[in-house]
T-cell receptor, first 115, second 109 residues
Framework: GAGVSQSPSNKVTEKGKDVELRCDPI?????LYWYRQSLGQGLEFLIY????????KSGLPSDRFSAERTGGSVSTLTIQRTQQEDSAVYLC?????????????FGEGSRLTVL | KNEVEQSPQNLTAQEGEFITINCSYSVGISALHWLQQHPGGGIVSLFM???GKKKHGRLIATINIQEKHSSLHITASHPRDSAVYIC???????????FGTGTRLKVLA
């Protein structure tokens, strides 16, 4: 696609439900990043993919969070048993080289609200 | 202490003013990015630097690797420049970007 596409753009869910967020990176981009931005806060790193593998999962806040990437393309971030503190904008970014020398392209984000 | 520090945190300027936003970092880096985030959340990459200086329109970015410091300058500022400007460093030997907390710029007409 022309840009990084994320869905849904907005998700309101009840505490305890599972949610799935999707990121469709720019075609050919090998690196894919998930970040989280809480209200008024900076960007918090969650996980990085190079191709289908995730060399760095250190940012995932708890074992309720998981992510996968298939076919070196689409990635899904799954949050199980959502809590109110999970409310944030979840941003996906992709780049061509994945080693910090390629421009980062961000999606518009998925705004998650846990009631 | 954050590994990436930006200053100022908030900045209000009059249209036409020259603006400087600073970023200091304490880790080894491969590259530094300047990003712009408009109200509504969309993030756009402005510059990627590993040395020297880059210019795009009214925006200029510089980096001093020895001093671990970068600056973003906006010449002849305009209300449409109002946004949050974020410095992000790509740390050497890892796959992680570390982000500054951003500088919120408001340019008044």
């Amino acid at each position: 696609g022309a840009g990084v596409s994320q869905s849904p753009s907005n998700k309101v869910t009840e505490k305890g439900k599972d949610v799935e967020l999707r990121c469709d990176p720019i075609s050919g981009h090998t690196a894919l990043y998930w970040y989280r931005q809480s209200l008024g806060q900076g960007l918090e790193f969650l996980i990085y993919f190079q191709g289908n593998s995730a060399p760095d999962k250190s940012g995932l806040p708890s074992d309720r969070f998981s992510a996968e990437r298939t076919g070196g393309s689409v990635s899904t971030l799954t949050i199980q048993r959502t809590q109110q503190e999970d409310s944030a904008v979840y941003l996906c970014a992709s780049s061509f080289s994945g080693v910090g020398t390629g421009e980062l392209f961000f999606g518009e984000g998925s705004r998650l609200t846990v009631l | 202490k954050n590994e990436v520090e930006q200053s100022p945190q908030n900045l209000t300027a009059q249209e036409g003013e020259f603006i400087t936003i600073n970023c200091s970092y304490s880790v080894g880096i491969s590259a530094l990015h300047w990003l712009q985030q408009h109200p509504g959340g969309g993030i756009v990459s402005l510059f990627m630097l590993s040395s020297g200086k880059k210019k795009h329109g009214r925006l200029i970015a510089t980096i001093n690797i020895q001093e671990k410091h970068s600056s973003l300058h906006i010449t002849a500022s305009h209300p449409r420049d109002s946004a949050v400007y974020i410095c992000a460093v790509y740390t050497s030997g890892t796959y992680k970007y570390i982000f500054g907390t951003g500088t919120r710029l408001k340019v008044l007409a």
